[in-house]
Nanobody
Framework: QVQLVESGGGLVQPGGSLRLSCAAS????????MIWYRQAPGKQRELVAG???????NYAEAVKGRFTIARDNAKNTVYLQMNSLKPEDTAVYYC??????WGQGTQVTVSS
């Protein structure tokens, strides 16, 4: 059983940065795929970025070049560095560990 706890969300101005963290209660070393999703009000949950155990990454087109996903297996933590934030990045961000573990989410609001 793995429990995930996200942190690092908040209110930031357009163009600003935030770093989200997803801390796992158990080891994530054996989990191949870790993903950040987000869900904006009135919209479906969408994939933001994913990372495999070997470090391969993929990103949604909307965040390419602005967001960076990373994982530290020794600390059982996955990160999402978000730069050049836009109002349309406003959403609740969720961490997911394949095959079925979800965090509770952390709110990111980009507004002046």
């Amino acid at each position: 059983q793995v429990q995930l706890v996200e942190s690092g969300g908040g209110l930031v101005q357009p163009g600003g940065s935030l770093r989200l963290s997803c801390a796992a209660s158990g080891s994530i070393f054996s989990i191949d795929l870790m993903i950040w999703y987000r869900q904006a009000p009135g919209k479906q949950r969408e994939l933001v970025a994913g990372i495999t155990r070997s470090g391969s990454t993929n990103y949604a087109e909307a965040v390419k070049g602005r967001f960076t996903i990373a994982r530290d297996n020794a600390k059982n933590t996955v990160y999402l560095q978000m730069n050049s934030l836009k109002p349309e990045d406003t959403a609740v961000y969720y961490c997911f560990a394949d095959p079925r573990y979800w965090g509770q989410g952390t709110q990111v609001t980009v507004s002046s």
